[in-house]
T-cell receptor, first 115, second 115 residues
Framework: AQTVTQSQPEMSVQEAETVTLSCTYD???????LFWYKQPPSRQMILVIR??????QNATENRFSVNFQKAAKSFSLKISDSQLGDAAMYFC????????????FGQGTRLTINP | DAGVTQSPTHLIKTRGQHVTLRCSPI?????VSWYQQVLGQGPQFIFQ???????GRGNFPDRFSARQFPNYSSELNVNALLLGDSALYLC??????????????FGEGSRLTVL
C-alpha cells in the first residue's frame, strides 16, 4: 500500500518570501504521479502542480516548483514570492499510473502568509 | 463552463439515518470519484466510476455505495449513519479513468454532520 506523509502541520511565511513544504511517500511501484493540491477555505481542491515519476526534470508552474527526489521518495513544493492568496491547506498526493484513479493524500500543511 | 457541482452543500442527519449525495461532473467527463475528508485530515478515496462501472473501491464498509448514471452524474449513498461519518464528501471528475487521465477536477463538497 502507498502512503504519503507531510511532517509539517503548519507553516508560515512573510509575503514575497519563499517557503518550502515537505512531502515523503512510500511505494514499491515505479510508475506513478505526484501532485500538490491547494484547498482554500472554499473547500475546493485545486491542482497546483504535477510530476510524472518517469521524468527527471522537476516540474514548475510560474511561482511554484517541486524538488522531486525519486530515490529518497521525497517531493517538496517551493513557493516563491509568496502572496496573500497562497494561504490555504496544501496536500501532497500520489497516484499509480495503472489501476484505478485513486489519489492517496497526505495529512496536509496549513500555510499562513504574513503581510 | 460549469465545474463539478455537488448537492447538497450542507446537511445534518442523525445516527442510523441514510444519506444520498449527488455529483454532476464537468461536461464531457466520464469518470467520477468520491472522497471522504474528515476534519483536519487529507481526503480518503471511496469509489471511482467510469462509464457506469465501478473502477475502484477504497477501504470503506458496505454501508457506503455509489452509482453512476447514463449522463455520468453520480450518487454516493451511506446507510446506517455513524457519528464517524461526519465529514466533507468530495466529488472529482476527469476525462478518462486510467493512465494519463489529465487533471482531476474537484467540487466544493458536501458537508455532512451526523448527530
Amino acid at each position: 500500500a502507498q502512503t504519503v506523509t507531510q511532517s509539517q502541520p503548519e507553516m508560515s511565511v512573510q509575503e514575497a518570501e519563499t517557503v518550502t513544504l515537505s512531502c515523503t511517500y512510500d511505494t514499491s511501484e515505479s510508475d506513478y504521479y505526484l501532485f500538490w493540491y491547494k484547498q482554500p477555505p472554499s473547500r475546493q481542491m485545486i491542482l497546483v502542480i504535477r510530476q510524472e515519476a518517469y521524468k527527471q526534470q522537476n516540474a514548475t508552474e510560474n511561482r511554484f516548483s517541486v524538488n522531486f527526489q525519486k530515490a529518497a521518495k521525497s517531493f517538496s513544493l517551493k513557493i516563491s514570492d509568496s502572496q496573500l492568496g497562497d494561504a490555504a491547506m496544501y496536500f501532497c498526493a500520489f497516484r499509480l499510473i495503472q489501476g484505478a484513479q485513486k489519489l492517496v493524500f497526505g495529512q496536509g500543511t496549513r500555510l499562513t502568509i504574513n503581510p | 463552463d460549469a465545474g463539478v457541482t455537488q448537492s447538497p452543500t450542507h446537511l445534518i442527519k442523525t445516527r442510523g439515518q441514510h444519506v444520498t449525495l449527488r455529483c454532476s461532473p464537468i461536461s464531457g467527463h466520464k469518470s467520477v470519484s468520491w472522497y471522504q475528508q474528515v476534519l483536519g485530515q487529507g481526503p480518503q478515496f471511496i469509489f471511482q466510476y467510469y462509464e457506469k462501472e465501478e473502477r475502484g473501491r477504497g477501504n470503506f464498509p458496505d454501508r457506503f455505495s455509489a452509482r453512476q448514471f447514463p449522463n455520468y452524474s453520480s450518487e454516493l449513498n451511506v446507510n446506517a449513519l455513524l457519528l464517524g461519518d461526519s465529514a466533507l464528501y468530495l466529488c472529482a471528475s476527469s476525462l478518462k479513468d486510467r493512465g494519463n487521465t489529465g487533471e482531476l477536477f474537484f467540487g466544493e463538497g458536501s458537508r455532512l454532520t451526523v448527530l
